[in-house]
Every structure is written in C-alpha cells, then in structure tokens.
C-alpha cells in the first residue's frame, strides 16, 4: 500500500511538472491555433479553409521563441509575411518549369542564409523551408486561389501571433520561473557532484565528465535568462518581480562561478585526512545539503508553495568548524597549521555558498528592493547581445568559409535532389521527402543522424498505435480527440525527446487522415517511405556535401577560450596590484571566459557524436578541454579570494610569474592561430622555480614575524600566501600542459 501510494505520489508530481512545462505551454498555443479555425469552419461548411489557416499557424510556431514582447510580435509578423510570401511564390512559379527551378532554388538558399543572424532567424528559417516543402501538398492555379491561399496562410501567422500574446499576458513570468527552476536543478545537481568527489574510491574522471556536460547545459541557460530579464528590464522597467528574478539569477550564476572557481586537490587532501575522516565527512554533508536546498527551493517555485528550508545549513557550517578546531586540538597548533589553512579553505568556499543560497531564499521570500541588486544587473546588460540585422553580415557570409553558406547549400542541394527523385519515380506525396529533408537537416552530422534515428523509430511506433486503435473501428469524434490529445503531446515531448514527440505526432497525422481521406492504408505506406528516403538523403549530404565536422570548428573554440583566459588571468593581476573595487573590465573578462571554456566544451561535445572517422585528435582536444576549465577554475579562484579577503602587497615573484603563465599562453595562442609548429622552440615552457621559492620564502619571513607580533595576523597571509602560491604554480602547470598540448595537435595536422 505505501508502495503504491510513493509511485502515486510521484506520478502526480511528474505530471504537475509536464504540465507546468515550457513546452507544454507552447503545444497549447499551437493546438488552439490549429483547432479552433477547423472546428469553426467546419462548422460554416468550409474544412479547407479552416485547414490552410491551421496551417499558417503550424508554420509559424517555430519562430515563438522565448523573448520580451516587442521581439515576439516583431519575430512572428515578419515569419508570418515569409511563409506566405514562400507559398505565394512557389504557386505563382510552378506552372513555368524555366522559372520555376531557378527561382525554387533561389528561394531555398536565401530562406536557409537567415541563420546567419541568430537563433530567432534560424526557426525563421526553418518556418520559410517547412512552408516552401508543404506548398506541393496542394498546388492553386489561377491568381484568386493563389492570393486567396496565401491570404489565409498569413492570416493562421497572425491568429497564431495573438494567441501567442494571449498567453504572454496570462502568464508573462512563468517561462523565466520555469528556466531559474531549471537553473537551480542543474546547479544542485553540480554541487552534488562535488560532493561525490570526497568519496575517497569516487571516480573522479567520470566525475569530471558529468560536471563538464553541466557546465555546457547552464551556460546556455545562464544565456537565455540573461537575454530576456535583461530585455524585460530595459524595456518596462524595474518591478519588484523582475527585480526578484534578477536577483535570483545572479545569486545562481555566483554559486555556479564561486563552484568552479573553487576546485581541490581531492588526492592531496584524502592522504592528510584519511586519519581524521570525521572532517572531511563533515564537509560533504555540508556540500550535499547546498546541493538539496536548491533543489527544495525549486520545487517549492514549481509548485507554487511557501518556501520552507529543510536544511539547516548554518549548523552544518558550525559543525564545520567544531570540526576542525577538534582536528586543531588532536595535532597541536603547529603540526596542524597546513591541514587547518587547507581546511579554512574549505569553510570560506561553504560560507560564501550559505550566503548566495540564503540571498536566492530571501529573494522569493520577501520583496526586493533596487539596492539588493547592488549594482550588479548593470554588469549583466553589458553582456547582453544586441541583435542587428545589417545586410552586410549576410553579405559577408557568402562563402565557403561560412558553416551557415555550407548548410544553405547543402539544404538547397538535398531538397532539390529529393524534389526531382519524387517526381521521377512513383512517390505519391512528394512533399513528405521535402518535409522530412527540412525537419531532420541540421548542419552537424551527429545531430541530423540522432534526429533521423529518433524520427523513423517515432513513426513506426505511432504507426503500429494508430492502426491498433484503428483496429477497433472508432467513430470520427473520438479520433478527433484522440487526434488532438497526440498533437499536445507531440508538440510537447518534440524539443526535449524527439523521438516520443513523433511517435505522438505520427499517430495524430494518422488520424486526421482517416477522418478526410478513405484511402488512408496507401497513403501511410508511402509516408513511410517518403520518409525514409527524405532521412537518407539528409544523413548522405551531411556526410559527402561540405560536412561540417567538428575538429575543423574547434581550434577557433580552444583559442577563443584560452585568449578568454589570458585576459581573465591579466585582469586579476591587475587587481590583485591595485587593490580596491572590482572593475568592470574584471567582471567582463571573467564572464567571456566562462562563456568561452562553455563554447569549447560544446563543441567537443559534438565532436564525440559524429563519425569515428571524423573525431580527429579526439585525446588531445579533450586534454586541452579539460586543461581549459581548469586554468580557469583556478584563476576564479585567485580572483574570488583577492574580492573577499585583504591581500598583502604582490610581490615582483608574483608579477614574474603571473608574466611567465601569460606568455605561454599567448605562446598556445600563437601556434593555433598561425596553424604551424615553425619556431616552435621560441615558446618551449620555460619554468623560472626561483619565483616560487622566493614566494615561498616571502611566506616564511612573513609568518615568523607575525608569529612575534600578531598571529592572526600571521595566519591569514599563511593563509593567502598557501593559497596563492599553490594556484600559481598550478597554473604554470596547466600552461606548460596547454602549450605541449598544443604543439602535439599542430604538429599532427602539419
């Protein structure tokens, strides 16, 4: 009985989280724009019209991604113009063959080049290619049915767009709550992977790969929430709502960095430990209950309830400390000095933790006010990209050094090819090819071959669904129900599980046929096969048509990133010298280089989804990955102590050494951009150890002085001094590791 009543329990609690979903959200949208004009005419006798117009608002849903309201209306209205201008021009065209396949082609190119703007332009793209595929699915002759059609297209755009600012107004804050829950999951499940990490036998390789694919998953999110709070902000003003997701965000962004910039060595401090493993126990509860309270916050937004902490972390952070001054008193003041700073470390990085998640907890549950940001969202509007679409970057992209020019091509050429081969031989719906080309093309080969997989294994499911149902001979109202339940749901699991989404979709494209078309057996056969050979055909240009493998992209990610860590590293120099405010160029520079090591990493990621063949210097470009993150862990570290402790004056050693790290990375920087290994002796890592011994010869003379004058004194520049000096020869480390690396891929490619 309990047993039933925890699965219950949980099945409701997935289905309030399905429901509230974005995506679900968005199918809704959809559905209404599509079934209410069919049901509506319909009833006046007039099924086709109803349909076309079901059909405009199909088209333009892809476009309705999320943004500020002036960019939603401004987005939808020109995708609307464009799919029904697309079908106005195939319509006027297609009775001229001599016209026809030069302004077809034309047409497909251009429509595919507006990807070169961004992520709003390219679904623009993909809603201009699904209705110049669909436009042979009912060809009109005669300049009255020809407007008339593309009437009725624009017309399903525009109902679409008002259906679409309906919803904004009844719920304008629910995608960016939906997207900080989101958040607050992938960042408790980050701080839970670090607490795996003090499992002494933990792996920490798999470890690592699991933080790695995080990392990539929240820099895309941190992008998309910045985007729109940031819009919304400029554009209707500070309200405390938006004020709270503001504050909110940053709070979740600094947990995130303070995570990274924050990194142990594990090995070092299990073999100090590993006799006194009550510490280090200690600290991974701590470490496990910041994970859980973000995570209990993010139910409680989800489901709308008052938030209530589950955990005490105040007094995890106290049995901390008793922790520590119990190991202080097992070796003596002195013998225990190195543990303790290690230690001390450790506590700081946690109390820095408590207080950006007691910030996030206070933001939803008290009003904020414009002085809790501090200032702090003006840093982020300066991060925001602002979208333009000058006719020259289209103009510049006309070229084969261009992904989005390779793709535009390759698209043209792979419908143009499925267009001909549906005409010569005996297909039936010549436009199911195009469509599936348009829905599974993507410019990378692992993605299109993932989504052709997932796409035949979803319409063969479906297929064997529908006609199971159909089996029982339904009547036509329950077909139009189930039609439209499978259409939700379809357009709902679609961005998150295409496969489920077509297995949904394929069985609501059946039904809608059995209910207008008797013939409706033939006509599945052949969506079957228009289908497969549309997938073939897509899977075959990506790979032979100017295939946009991933080891020709990532050397540009890997010198962007490590550039974005130079400059990250000379900012906190220039910080750790000056002493004072954090500067805008400092905060700036550390966000490019999270942006950045978050760039390469997907990269990499795709990388690992194409062909064996294709994975050129594989080993190697994950060393320089995982090497990357790591510099810039450490550098976040250096600049998150400096902000929140008082530093002594830096030292000549310091600068020499933070000069050495410097070079070889514009060494790195060299060698990548300039492709060769000429000179190559000119940057072999040279290691200057005086720098370190006179650092560690600083802390010395220093400690012993304090330790007749002031020994708290005394401790925290141990403390600095420890910390500092072992980041600094760590990163000379990794930049030695990044060089080497580096010259081993150049010289392999040479």
């Known amino acids: ?134 436009s042979f699915s009912h060809l009109n002759t005669g300049w009255y049915e020809i407007v008339t059609h593309a009437g009725l297209l624009l017309g399903g755009g525009l109902f679409y767009l008002c259906i679409s600012v309906l919803f904004h107004y009844i719920r304008p804050n ?12 992938l960042t408790s499940n980050y701080l839970k992977l670090r607490g795996d990490l003090w499992e002494i036998h933990s792996d920490r390789k798999e470890i690592t790969k699991k933080q790695l694919h995080l990392q990539v998953e929240l820099n895309t999110i941190h992008e998309n929430i910045r985007d729109i709070l940031i819009r919304n902000r400029t554009n209707y003003g500070s309200s405390n709502q938006n004020r709270k997701m503001l504050l909110s965000f940053i709070s ?64 995890d952070l106290n049995q901390l400390e008793e922790a520590i001054e119990e190991y202080k008193k097992d070796l003596g003041p002195i013998d225990s000095i190195e543990g303790v700073l290690m230690l001390t470390t450790m506590l700081d990085y946690a109390k820095k933790q408590v207080e950006k998640i007691k910030i996030l907890e206070r933001a939803f549950t008290k009003t ?47 419908i143009l090819t499925g267009f001909f081969i549906g005409k010569i031989l005996p297909f039936q719906n010549v436009y199911w090819i195009l469509l599936t080309i348009v829905v599974i093309m993507r410019p990378g080969y692992g993605l299109t071959k993932e989504r052709t997989y997932h796409r035949f294994i979803g319409t063969l499911v479906g297929g064997c669904i529908a006609f199971s149902i159909l089996a029982l001979s339904p009547n036509t109202t329950t077909l139009g129900c189930i039609a439209i339940l499978c259409m939700i749901l379809g357009f709902s699991f679609n961005p998150t599980n295409y496969k489920i989404g077509t297995t949904f979709i394929t069985v609501h494209v059946i039904f809608v046929f059995a209910i207008l078309t008797p013939d409706m057996e033939n006509l599945i056969q052949y969506r079957i096969l228009d289908t497969i050979v549309g997938a073939l055909l897509a899977i075959m240009a990506n790979y032979f048509l100017w295939p946009n493998w991933e ?39 550390r966000n490019q280089a999270f942006i950045e090591v978050g760039n390469l990493m997907a990269s990499f ?3 690992i989804q194409e062909p064996k063949s294709k994975q050129n210097n594989l080993q190697l470009f994950y060393k320089l990955t995982v090497l990357n993150n790591a510099f810039l862990s450490s550098a976040a570290s250096l600049g998150t102590y400096t902000q929140s402790h008082k530093t002594t004056e830096a030292s000549e050693a310091f600068n020499n050494a933070i000069h050495l790290i410097i070079d070889k990375l514009d060494s790195a920087i060299y060698l990548l951009h300039k492709n060769n290994t000429e000179n190559s002796n000119t940057f072999e890592s040279t290691v200057y150890p005086q720098d370190f011994s006179e650092l560690n ?13 002031d020994q708290t004194v005394a401790y925290h520049k141990m403390q600095e001094a420890q910390l500092v000096i072992e980041q600094l020869i760590w990163l000379s480390n990794l930049s030695d590791n990044i060089v080497k690396t580096t010259q081993q891929l150049v010289f392999i490619k040479k």
């Open 1 to 134: 009985m309990l047993i039933f009543v925890v699965n219950t329990t949980i099945m409701i609690s997935h289905i309030h989280k399905f429901k509230e979903s974005t995506e679900f959200t968005n199918a809704l949208k959809v559905t209404l724009s599509a079934v209410l004009p069919v049901l509506l005419f319909s009833h006046l006798g007039q099924i086709s019209t109803g349909i076309t117009i079901a059909l405009g608002a199909f088209f333009v849903f892809p476009s309705d991604i999320p943004s500020n309201l002036k960019h939603k209306i401004n987005g939808l209205i020109v995708t609307s113009f464009i799919v029904s201008g697309a079908n106005l021009i195939i319509n006027l065209f297609h009775p001229y063959p001599i016209l026809f396949y030069p302004v077809f082609s034309a047409l497909l190119f251009l429509i595919s080049m507006l990807a070169v703007y961004d992520q709003r332009a390219t679904m623009v793209a993909f809603s201009g290619l699904l209705s110049v595929s669909l």
């Open 174 to 185: 629910r995608y960016i709550e939906i997207q900080l829950v989101e958040c607050m999951k």
């Open 252 to 315: 979740l962004v600094e947990i995130m960095e303070l995570a990274i910039a924050t990194s142990f060595d594990h090995n070092k401090l299990h073999q100090k430990f590993d006799a006194h493993p009550f510490v280090l126990l200690t600290y991974q509860n701590l470490a496990y209950n910041l994970g859980r309270s973000l995570k209990h916050l993010s139910q409680s937004i989800l489901n709308k309830t008052a938030y209530q902490s589950k955990h005490s972390l105040m007094a």
């Open 368 to 414: 904020v006010q414009l002085k809790d940001l501090n200032g702090r969202d003006k840093e982020l509007e300066k991060l925001v990209q602002h979208h333009y679409y000058p006719i020259s970057t289209f103009i510049e992209n006309l070229n084969f050094s261009s992904t989005i020019f390779r793709h535009s091509l390759r698209i043209t050429i792979t």
């Open 551 to 589: 080891f020709l992209n990532i050397p540009e990610y890997l010198e962007k990133s490590i550039e974005a860590n130079r400059n990250y590293l000379k900012e906190f120099s220039t910080l750790y010298n000056k002493k004072g405010e954090v500067s805008t160029s400092y905060r700036l520079a």
């Open 605 to 607: 990621q795709r990388m």
């Open 697 to 709: 010869n600083i802390r010395t003379r220093e400690f012993k002085q304090g330790l007749e004058t």
